[in-house]
């Protein structure tokens, strides 16, 4: 005899929701199947861009992490996040890759936000190693999906709106250090002067 499973849903058809391992996705429908002779409601949730499909128990959604589309207030923490400096410790590659895939896999947009910007390069930086970039498209693609998403924008539009932050964050540090360095020279020319 099957056991009725009765959860208040969470999520409601059609909602676009963030899974943590998967990024943006849109609950299709809520099924009921049997499995091991208890009857479990599912959200049916499709990543169009990957062409996959995810069923999760409702009472499992929450505590996998499964979450809506963040606040317009969170969004704009996450942009903030990606004008600021980059924060790279100095630990080995193999440690910090593992920190970066757990933050993109967290489902946290600031998290996510952390990663982009940490792992951003500009056309006057180094370039990545293959890891490196691969981490962070992985992360540039999943910020920018949910991104596109809240503000209703195409997955292009999404990602020329992070770029744009964090080009603005460049810009930023840039000003600063061009600043720094006038200041030091102007002290440099006034006390050559003194000394002449």
Known sequence: ??????????????????????????????????????????????????????????????????????????????????????????????????????????????LVSEVVRDLYRNETQPEQSYSERQLYEAALERLSREVAAIEGLDDAGGVARVLEHLNVGVQNRQKVEEAKAEAASEEEGSSDTAAA
């Not at 499973?5 to 199947?33: C, D, R, W």
């Not at 599912?42 to 999760?56: A, D, G, H, P, S």
């Not at 505590?63 to 004008?83: E, F, N, Q």
Request: net charge positive; no cysteine; proline share 3%.
């Open 1 to 110: 005899m099957a056991t009725k499973a009765n959860n208040k849903l969470s999520f409601k058809q059609t909602q676009l929701i963030v899974y943590p391992t998967h990024g943006v996705g849109q609950i299709t429908s809520v099924e009921t199947e049997e499995i091991a002779g208890l009857e479990l409601q599912l959200y049916v949730i499709k990543f169009e861009k990957e062409k996959m499909t995810l069923r999760v128990p409702v009472a499992k959604a929450t505590s996998v992490g499964m979450r809506a589309l963040s606040s317009d207030a969170l969004l704009a923490k996450s942009l903030k996040t990606l004008k600021g400096r980059p924060r790279v410790k100095r630990t080995m590659w193999s440690r910090r890759a593992q920190e970066y895939e757990s933050k993109i896999n967290s489902g946290d947009i600031i």
